[in-house]
């Protein structure tokens, strides 16, 4: 069952050309995807190519200008207590503690304050942060900050996970650690996530399917499906058919950026 359906989509911005005259800047166009009940998606592409854009339309951020969005079989409601979002930034209130972070989005819902507490106690466990829940944000690392996030959008319980390059802004090693508490956290709830990222090696990892993205205005150019076997851990990068997948994923790559070269642009 498909829980996220778009058809035709279509976004333009209104800009001023190199002249100062008015244009439109068209960064969705034609724009088509199913997202499966349940399933790990990663939207993919070369910069610009309105991965976000998309993203920020789920999430109830943006508009879109034409086409059709369903969700759940339902015309896409600006808002939705049924979508979260965790963006690069971490968007922590710095004035109230891991835990009370974790519990304002139940506090939105008029959760009451014991069963606040039970259900972020549950999820801040869920990404090994149960002896932080007294801390402020500042007192944390960034990767521990990211975790707390990730653990505060699952609190709120939402039915569709969206994720704009949550782990972009880490180091290396901390982005890995999180990409693998991010699958085993799925594993565990099994919630539709829609990431977007840059990176190959990310979608490979921890989806089913990757949804490239040409260059604007961006619509789908092909749906990758990731046939590794799940559990997945650290030691799939280093698989035959993780290197193929890349060299697949990575030829895509490479003709949208020369076919935006060619036409003389840049990203």
Known sequence: MAKIKARQVRREFQIRNALGKRAKLSVLENFDLDVNEGEFMSLLG????????????????????????????????????????????YALLPWRT?????????????IDKKERRRIAGHYLNLV?????????????????RQRVAIARVLAYQ???????????????QTRENLQIELLRIWEADKKTILFVTHSID????????????????????????????RPRTEDIRNSVEFANIRKNLWGLLQ??????????AYL
């Open 46 to 89: 070369p910069s610009g190519c309105g991965k976000s854009t998309f993203l920020n339309i789920l999430a109830g951020l943006d508009k879109y200008d034409g086409g059709e969005i369903l969700v759940d079989d339902e015309p896409l409601k600006e808002i939705n207590f049924n979508r979260g979002i965790v963006f690069q930034s």
């Open 158 to 172: 939402p039915d569709l996970l969206l994720m704009d390059e949550p782990f972009a802004a880490l180091d290396a």
């Open 128 to 144: 090994g942060l149960s002896a932080f829940e007294n801390q402020y944000p500042h007192q944390l690392s960034g990767g521990m």
């Open 255 to 264: 003709d949208e950026v020369m076919s935006i070269q060619s036409y003389g």
């Open 202 to 229: 990310e979608a490979i990892l921890l989806s089913d399917r990757v949804a490239f993205m040409t260059s604007q205005p961006g619509h789908i150019k092909e749906i990758i499906n990731i046939d590794l076997p």
């Open 98 to 110: 891991v835990i009370k972070n974790l519990e304002i989005g139940l506090e939105i819902r008029h």
